[in-house]
Nanobody, 119 residues
Framework: QVQVVESGGGMVQAGGSLRLSCAVS????????MGWFRQAPGKGREFVSV????????NYADSVKGRFTVSRDKSKNTVYLEMNSLKPEDAAAYYC????????????WGQGTQVTVSA
């Protein structure tokens, strides 16, 4: 059974940093893609970043490019989202998700972790 568990959320002042973690288990994730998404109150879910588990290639939403960095540690089966220069508009529930490289739909989702950014 695949499990996706996020952690690391919290409250930070604008300009501060947080590192989110996403621990995955239950299968091998070679040829999988790990994505980070966020959803603020009253808004739809928004893509943040993605990393290819096998190759380590990454992509980012324009809104976070240059401020956020996604990485993975295969030995720990964990994906990280390093968030710097946080802005109030970054405040949201952040979700980690996994999908097979050949799919367009993310099949496995975590429960989310809350990020609050005060001005």
């Amino acid at each position: 059974q695949v499990q996706v568990v996020e952690s690391g959320g919290g409250m930070v002042q604008a300009g501060g940093s947080l590192r989110l973690s996403c621990a995955v288990s239950g299968r091998t994730f070679e040829n999988y893609v790990m994505g980070w998404f966020r959803q603020a109150p009253g808004k739809g879910r928004e893509f943040v970043s993605v990393i290819n588990w096998s190759q380590g290639t990454t992509n980012y939403a324009d809104s976070v490019k240059g401020r956020f960095t996604v990485s993975r540690d295969k030995s720990k089966n964990t994906v990280y989202l390093e968030m710097n220069s946080l802005k109030p508009e970054d405040a949201a529930a952040y979700y980690c998700a996994a999908r097979w490289l050949g799919d367009t739909t993310y099949n496995y989702w975590g429960q989310g972790t809350q990020v609050t950014v005060s001005a």
